[in-house]
């Protein structure tokens, strides 16, 4: 992918927590540099003047009164855990 | 009218036999079960079915409410409480959805009963619907077919007289490119006209909810129930929203509708092409005055879109980590190991490759080239629209530049995949209003395929897309066309 020198499906896989076979890093390197070529076309626009819209029309706050509404209880909560236990949640070990 | 029969209506004249009380809401959800029962295992349309539930909420259903006892598909990215909820994932393959999107609050609110979830592209990122990771839908005009997507499911479903109607997500064109390819109506609303709390985020600022529907009167109908504000979703329109079936019938004489020059040349089939211009005169003949316009970005509103989509999708997915809810990889020796092969075992290719396309141009050292230009060049595809609204009431243009493609044709090259939404995405980039209806068909080999027509409006004007659009659908009789009759309806296996 000549457009695209530093695009390395390797190390960004790495910064997505998703972990690739070898066969899907070299696909996607390869079909990934292909939409990066097809979006370096923007590179020739003249955008200085422009300012970045975040959103497409004007939007501003909504705001609602704070009181507490009902909503999920404990168990509710917890209903999809894929591990759960005494009313918690159990995740892998994140510390030695 | 024979219980067979039901499922072919739409939701106003089965809203008029319902009220007339010559049909019960529990009569019209038993027949739509019965024909589910014997259509779907051809078209393969839903993921789950709560007929139970539903057939319980027909009981007590309230018929003189707006979409009393109506049976609604729901695409299945859009919460419902107590149903699964799997965006046609594995990674959410057990998940149910602990309460109703606002979509659903509010189409229960007006009576109407949801009915199956719908299957659809895995996260709603696709435009076959291959990608999901369940099974294929199949067109109901030609089986070999894909349906279109990421809404699939919901629009074959409308088609297939397998459901009244349905709702689907549209954040590239999901709702109107299967509703052209399957010969329904879909109208993407604009952004922030329909809440967005309890749909399952793709990329937050260009989703939005809509139906897919038999007629347009439908469209302006479940409109009514699901458009308004929303304390639960701060992107939501603080403002009430209209009655979208006030303006249906009345005359658009002198009304102006641009015809984009950028949206008619290469790569259009030609009867596609020839079917739009077919209607562009239709339109003419009914009063309306045809103007050119020119929306100058239109060849980079793809690459404006993947930019932006993916680097949303990546931020929106990180959530899917197999702590709180979905799957989790099995005997992780660490957190990253967990996370990694969590991610790696329950997302589909697809999803894979918009991750790691959207975590690459918001990294360190790219976001400048990549996200933040494409968010400028957003503004200037949004001050197209604005220029071209100036001149005119309208859009028209193809839905999308080919009618239904054979499974497996495109799966290959995502890029070419991608470009299957060229007419439909710059609209989300835009966040203005979009509805695809019929205009015709094209004849491939032995297969008919419907021909979708888009009409594209400034920001809160979906009254007048409908408005237009139900004045050219009147004058036509392309959604009076149904699907070839589907082998195994036989009626006799209907029994009362």
């Not at chain 1, 509710?76 to 918690?88: D, E, S, T």
């Not at chain 2, 039901?6 to 008029?16: E, F, G, T, V, Y």
Request: proline share 6%.
């Amino acid at each position: 992918m000549p457009a695209t020198p530093d695009f390395d499906v390797a190390y960004v896989a790495k910064l997505a927590r998703l972990n690739l076979s070898p066969a899907e890093t070299a696909l996607f390197q390869m079909q990934l540099g292909h939409v990066l070529e097809h979006a370096d076309k923007l590179k020739e626009i003249d955008v200085t003047a422009v300012e970045a819209s975040a959103h497409a029309i004007p939007m501003f706050n909504v705001f609602r009164e704070d009181e507490p509404r009902a909503w999920f209880t404990a168990e509710q909560a917890l209903q999809n855990a894929p591990v759960k236990a005494n009313g918690l949640f159990v995740v892998t070990k994140v510390v030695e | 009218m024979k219980p067979a029969d039901l499922p072919a209506l739409n939701i106003a004249d089965l809203q008029s036999l319902l009220r007339r009380r010559e049909v019960s809401p529990r009569e019209a959800l038993e027949a739509l079960r019965v024909r589910v029962a014997a259509i779907e295992p051809q078209i393969d349309a839903y993921l789950s079915l709560d007929t139970e539930d539903a057939l319980k909420q027909a009981e007590t259903a309230d018929v003189r409410l707006p979409l009393g006892g109506v049976p609604i598909a729901i695409k299945d990215v859009i919460s419902v409480a107590g149903q699964p909820c799997t965006c046609a994932s594995r990674i959410l393959r057990n998940y149910i959805a602990p309460y109703d999107a606002t979509v659903i609050t509010k189409l229960k609110a007006a009576g109407a009963i949801p009915f199956g979830k719908t299957n659809m592209d895995e996260f709603a990122m696709g435009s076959s619907t291959e990608n999901s990771s369940v099974k294929l839908t199949r067109n109901p005009w030609d089986r070999t077919r894909v349906p279109g997507g990421s809404s699939g499911g919901s629009a074959a479903a409308v088609a297939a007289d397998l459901a009244f109607g349905a709702l689907g997500t549209d954040t590239g064109g999901s709702i109107r490119q299967p509703a052209a390819l399957t010969g329904v109506v879909g109208l993407k609303p604009t952004y922030g006209r329909v809440s967005r709390f309890g749909l399952v985020a793709f990329a937050s600022s260009l989703d939005q909810a809509g139906p897919l529907t038999k007629s347009v009167r439908d469209a302006a109908l479940i409109m009514n129930a699901i458009a308004g504000p929303d304390p639960c979703d701060s992107t939501c329109f603080d403002r009430a929203a209209p009655d979208y079936t006030a303006a249906l019938g009345k005359e658009i004489r002198g009304m102006r509708l641009g015809v984009p020059k950028e949206y008619m040349l290469e790569g259009i089939d030609p009867q596609v092409k020839s079917a739009v211009d077919a209607a562009v005169r239709q339109f003419e003949s009914l009063g309306a005055e045809i103007v050119d316009v020119s929306l100058p970005h239109t060849d980079d509103a793809i690459a404006v879109y993947y930019i932006i989509a993916t680097a949303e999708a990546s931020a929106n997915l990180a959530r899917f980590d197999g702590v709180r809810y979905g799957y989790r990889a099995a005997d992780a020796k660490s957190m990253l190991d967990h996370y990694g092969r969590t991610r790696a075992e329950g997302f589909g290719a697809e999803v894979k490759r918009r991750i790691i396309l959207g975590t690459y141009v918001l990294s360190s050292g790219y976001y400048d080239a990549y996200y933040l230009r494409a968010q400028k060049v957003r503004e200037l595809i949004r001050q197209d629209f604005a220029q071209a609204f100036a001149k005119v009431d309208a859009l028209i243009s193809p839905t999308s530049p080919v009618p239904a493609f054979r499974i497996g044709e495109r799966t290959s090259d995502p890029l070419q995949m991608y470009l299957a939404d060229i007419f439909t995405n710059a609209g989300n980039l835009a966040g203005i209003c979009g509805l695809s209806l019929p205009c015709g068909f094209a004849q491939i080999g032995d297969a008919k395929l419907p021909i979708g027509l888009q009409l594209v409006g400034p920001a809160l004007d979906e009254e007048r897309i409908l408005q237009l659009a139900y004045a050219y659908e009147q004058s036509t009789e392309w959604h009076k066309h149904r699907p070839p009759s589907l082998l195994g309806a036989a009626t006799e296996s209907v029994a009362a």
